[in-house]
């Protein structure tokens, strides 16, 4: 079995990156086949052997050559694995198209076969599943999540960008804004981020492109839904991160779920110096205030204390805002007028933004 895979992995590399000098009908290797998926050519070969996703035809018995067929069908698994589907069924529904389609059409390595469409959203997936495996075929330790998740995963970790957006774009229509939050994108940043630190800095660039396309989603919602119903005399909801604190995925979350449901929201950042917090403070005078904290070097409980009792308003009718410490960076710190919202949900619901 290693003497068999080291021949292949030598092959895959000795074409570099073009199809090799036997013209186009040869097909392409698969390290260049795996190059351009986004895929291992272990991945590969694995799905040769459990599956049958393999060339049909080996010139001669060394070399695997990948037809166009081939290779559509190979996109089709790789479709529908980012979708959610579990590989062997993702591998039976490849099979099947491919020996429904039209042979020897022309793939376009980059993008799917023609005539595929990523679905609106993945409806064919049941609503909650909870699989005994605790590792996707990704190799994310991802545990008892949403199906959603794996597809999600798998998808980061090709760097396929588009079927990252699509996941995430239909995760957002099927369960709301903070519900896909929540079961969806941070098991998944979670999974990708306990990877890289327990992989000597191997996936920063999948946690990089999947972290931008989570903030990309949670800003088309927010630019799509901002200004809708507000109303210019309810004092805005204040978001920000501590001083020293880069972290802004939550807080961009709950400034979606916020305009989603028109609720003003005011939304500073990340590292906010404590004056420009203080200065933004007493020129809104907020309803509310919420100080996202990732990490203990960051919680500056002094300074949450100080928001909490400052009053702001005209002279008889002072009031003062909700302070909220969100982040586990707050650990279990708290005090007088500081609330300590456990999730997205919960923060929503303190805030007093309804679901709508």
Known sequence: MELSARAD??????????????????????????????????????????????????????????????????????????VGLPPAEAARTAKETARGGTPGSPVALARPPAGVRFPERPSATPPRERPKASRSPSGLPLGDVRQECRGLARAAVRLDASAIQEQLTAAVRAHGLAKAWEEVMVPTLRAVGRKWESSGDRYVEVEHLLSWHVSATLRHVYVAAAGHGRDDATSPVLLACLPGEPHTLPLEALNAALAERGI????????????????????????????????????????????????????????????LLSGPGWGRQSGPGLLRPRHLADALRLIGAPEH
């Open 9 to 82: 992995d030598a092959d895959t590399e000795s074409d570099a990156d073009t199809e090799g000098g036997e013209g186009a009908d040869a097909g392409v290797t698969t390290g260049f086949l795996a190059r351009k998926l986004g895929v291992s050519p272990t991945t590969l070969r694995s799905w040769d052997r459990r599956y049958g996703l393999g060339p049909a035809v080996r010139p001669d018995g060394r070399h695997r050559r990948w037809s166009p067929d081939d290779v559509a069908m190979v996109q089709e698994m790789c479709r529908l694995t980012a």
């Open 264 to 323: 003003p929201v005011l939304m500073l950042g990340g590292a906010v110096p404590p004056e420009a917090l203080m200065t933004a403070f007493h020129r809104v005078g907020p309803s509310a205030v919420v100080l996202w904290s990732q990490s203990s070097g960051t919680a500056n409980l002094p300074l949450a204390r100080h928001i909490a009792a400052t009053r702001w308003g005209v002279r008889g009718a002072r009031t003062q805002s909700q302070v």
